[in-house]
């Protein structure tokens, strides 16, 4: 299946690893010109090359953002426009806030878990609607967790934020939808990333057992019995925002190998 996206400008938000550096690559592949970013430029640099390397697609470029920047979001912007000529697909992205329940936070750690798991999204959102108005099509995707459909243990910052952006999601779509712009959300089970395995281990150290228990542990409640791949993940999300993709909006999407029992 051709999936439309030869030539077409991207954005990737927090791209320089993980689910975003996996999701960039799969665009890439598939001929997009694709923008990364992420706060680090060491990484960013050596994700470029990488990406550049493994699909043999020069169009691929990055640009330093901190998500919690409004500025870096409407450089960002403006760099791919410049660089690309317009925006045609958004993907939100962002890391997770610390675990931890709720007497763990005061208010300034519920501010920033605000301006990086919903605030970015609103504010790259922003930027990239004239764009998209202007072309009439576009698709955004955004990406939060398995806890917009049922809420994960420790994790209260992102519970909270992760489902703000659904709701997003949804209002928007009703909004957007006579522009021709979709918007979708996606989360990930227990992906192989950094962040899981982060999550993983304290909470392998709160139990006082090994990393690896954890995980085997974890593994024996998910149906498909292991841990997804980021490329797996990475998949789907490019298949949202292509153009074999005309008519889904406003929806939301587990990849989790059957993990989340919740309707």
């Not at 993983?200 to 542990?217: F, M, P, Q, W």
Request: negative net charge.
């Amino acid at each position: 299946m051709d999936l439309g996206l030869k030539g077409k400008s991207v954005i990737v938000m927090a791209a320089s690893k993980g689910l975003g550096k996996a999701t960039a690559l799969q665009f890439a592949a598939e001929g997009a010109h694709v923008v990364i970013s992420s706060r680090k430029e060491d990484d960013l640099i050596a994700t470029t090359r990488e990406i550049q390397e493994n699909t043999s697609n020069q169009n691929v470029s990055y640009k330093t953002c901190d998500v919690t920047n409004p500025q870096d979001i409407k450089t960002l912007i403006q760099f791919a426009v410049e660089k690309y000529g317009t925006v045609d697909v958004l993907v939100n992205n962002a890391g997770g806030p610390p675990a931890g329940g709720f007497e763990d936070f005061d208010d300034d750690a519920w501010q920033n878990a605000f301006e990086l798991n919903l605030l970015s999204y609103v504010r790259a959102i922003r930027e990239v609607l004239p764009y998209m108005k202007q072309q009439n099509r576009g698709h955004i995707i955004n990406f939060t967790s398995s806890s917009i459909k049922q809420t994960l243990d420790n994790l209260i910052l992102s519970n909270t934020f992760r489902a703000g952006v659904v709701g997003l999601a949804k209002s928007l779509s009703q909004e957007l939808a006579k522009d021709n712009i979709l918007i979708n959300t996606i989360g990930p089970g227990r992906i192989a990333t950094e962040r899981v395995h982060e999550l993983d281990t304290i909470r392998a150290e709160k139990l006082g057992v090994t990393y690896d228990e954890v995980k085997a542990s974890t593994e024996k409640s998910i149906p498909m019995g292991r841990y997804g791949n980021p490329v797996e993940f990475a998949k789907q999300a490019v298949f949202l925002c292509s153009s074999a993709n005309t008519y889904v909006t406003g929806q939301t999407l587990l990849v989790d190998g059957g993990l989340v029992k919740a309707l």
